[in-house]
């Protein structure tokens, strides 16, 4: 079973760099498109990016194009979140998720806990 653990999160100034990763364990994501989904408090949880088994992105979040991107790295059953230029409206908890070979917004069959970024002004 994909176990997933996020981490990189933190508090960063707004105009910063945060990279997140999300790990995979007990077994492997070479199968698996994975998701960047983040939830603000009082807010639905919002998808992201997603990256599928082939390395094509998929952008769900209008409000981070041209700033965040998103990498995988097969071999360290490893996907990256990498944020540039930060606002004080990324601050969120940040989750991955993983589900079969190509992106969707939905049917995502593992879950990471999270990991919190604070955007100070």
């Known amino acids: 079973q994909l176990h997933l653990v996020e981490s990189g999160g933190g508090l960063v100034q707004a105009g910063g760099s945060l990279r997140l990763s999300c790990a995979a364990s007990?077994?492997?994501?070479?199968?698996?498109?994975i998701g960047w989904f983040r939830q603000a408090p009082g807010k639905e949880r919002e998808a992201v990016l997603c990256?599928?088994?082939?390395?094509?992105?998929?952008n769900y979040a209008d409000s981070v194009k041209g700033r965040f991107t998103i990498s995988r790295d097969n071999a360290k059953n490893t996907v990256y979140l990498q944020m540039n230029s930060l606002k004080p409206e990324d601050t969120a908890n940040y989750y991955c998720?993983?589900?079969?070979?190509?992106?969707?917004?939905?049917?995502?069959?593992?879950w990471g806990q999270g990991t919190q970024v604070t955007v100070s002004s």
């Open positions: 998720a993983a589900r079969w070979y190509v992106c969707s917004p939905a049917d995502f069959h593992s």
């Open positions: 007990g077994s492997t994501l070479r199968a698996n498109a």
């Open positions: 990256i599928n088994i082939s390395g094509d992105s998929t």
